[in-house]
């Protein structure tokens, strides 16, 4: 049987060319059609109240975060400096309960680039806001020029999900971020590091993020996590 997996739903204002001055939820074709090729059935989850997230996930064997904009530093205590893009605290509220709340009911949590983040802050951890003005010897990790390609390497910790799903300890990988974890999440390992010494992956029972996008790249990512959906 196939795998239910909810995908949150990212938005944007309404367009000034619209004439509905509504917002718009989406996420990128990519992450539903790798889904659909590995087996699963995506949805997408548009949806900012907290009070029905139980409601909401109940259905789903698992919930994927993609990627998107910043999350807003004062959700891990901070202040948000000029480089830092956080639009929609509102967007920021709801993924962090729904990450908390598909674990909380035993659900596989996976996450990309945004949703690295966002795992990382909803167990706790924070964020660099920019690497490469915080963090002195970081590898331009905003790469948008080669979104399909891969850019630099990133060792994958022996026995993690990340060595099992590529079966080596080493992998090339694209990069569109400009912020990463400074501390990590209570209860998360790190299994995977770029080469400046960036985490790019972590895990632990029930989660698997990354801080690239696999659905741009070839590889087994979507494969896997399916088969984790699937238990």
Not at 38 to 49: M, Q
Not at 82 to 96: A, G, K, S, V, W
Not at 107 to 121: A, D, E, L
Not at 164 to 189: A, P, R
């Amino acid at each position: 049987m196939k795998p239910l997996i909810a995908i949150a739903g990212i938005f944007t204002e309404a367009r000034a060319t619209s004439v509905w001055k509504y917002r718009e939820y989406f996420v990128n074709e990519a992450y539903t059609s790798r889904l659909e090729d590995a087996g699963a059935i995506p949805y997408i989850l548009p949806g900012l109240k907290e009070d029905n997230i139980e409601e909401q996930i109940a259905p789903f064997s698992a919930l994927l975060i993609p990627g998107g904009k910043d999350f807003n530093p004062a959700c891990y205590h901070e202040l948000k400096k000029e480089c830092t893009q956080c639009p929609f605290r509102e967007l920021d509220n709801y993924q962090l309960a729904l990450i908390k709340k598909a674990y909380q009911l035993g659900k596989w949590v996976f996450g990309i680039c945004r949703g690295f983040q966002g795992i990382n802050i909803a167990f706790g951890g924070s964020l660099y806001q920019d690497l490469s003005t915080e963090r002195t010897g970081s590898l331009c990790h905003l790469r948008t020029d080669s979104p399909y390609q891969a850019v630099h390497t990133v060792s994958l910790k022996e026995g993690s999900h990340l060595h099992k799903m590529f079966g080596t300890t080493k992998i090339g990988v694209n990069s569109l971020h400009h912020q990463g974890i400074k501390n990590l999440g209570k209860g998360l390992v790190a299994s995977a590091f770029s080469e400046d010494g960036i985490i790019e992956g972590i895990e632990a029972e029930r989660i698997l993020a990354v801080q690239w996008h696999p659905e741009a790249l070839s590889g087994d990512f979507f494969s896997y996590i399916v088969s984790l959906a699937k238990g």
